[in-house]
């Protein structure tokens, strides 16, 4: 019998990966959002936004103040790297 890779998951309210202990989305986690929402980026950037301000929320309850710069980088600094580029029709 084979076992299911663990997902990389949040655990909250620390928000690191149930799987790896790294910061949450870990790079592994980064991939599997890529593939989930792809063509959807939009989407996405709501979806991580949404988690960012429930990380702050999270992290304030925990009595630490997360520094802005440092989650912004963490949960949405990653994005552009999975634009796709439109194609254009020269036609």
């Given at each position: 019998?084979?076992?299911?890779?663990?997902?990389?998951?949040?655990?909250?309210?620390?928000?690191?990966?149930?799987?790896?202990?790294?910061?949450w989305?870990c790079a592994?986690?980064?991939?599997?959002?890529?593939?989930?929402?792809?063509?959807?980026?939009?989407?996405?950037a709501?979806?991580l936004a949404?988690?960012?301000?429930d990380?702050?929320?999270d992290l304030?309850?925990?009595?630490?103040?997360p520094?802005?710069?440092?989650?912004?980088a963490?949960?949405?600094g990653?994005?552009?790297?999975?634009?796709?580029?439109?194609?254009v029709?020269?036609?």
């Amino acid at each position: 019998m084979t076992r299911r890779p663990r997902p990389h998951q949040p655990m909250r309210p620390a928000w690191l990966c149930r799987n790896c202990a790294a910061p949450w989305p870990c790079a592994p986690a980064q991939l599997h959002l890529a593939t989930e929402f792809y063509g959807h980026s939009i989407a996405l950037a709501f979806y991580l936004a949404a988690n960012m301000q429930d990380a702050v929320d999270d992290l304030y309850s925990l009595g630490v103040r997360p520094d802005p710069r440092a989650l912004h980088a963490r949960f949405l600094g990653w994005l552009s790297l999975t634009r796709r580029p439109r194609r254009v029709d020269l036609r």
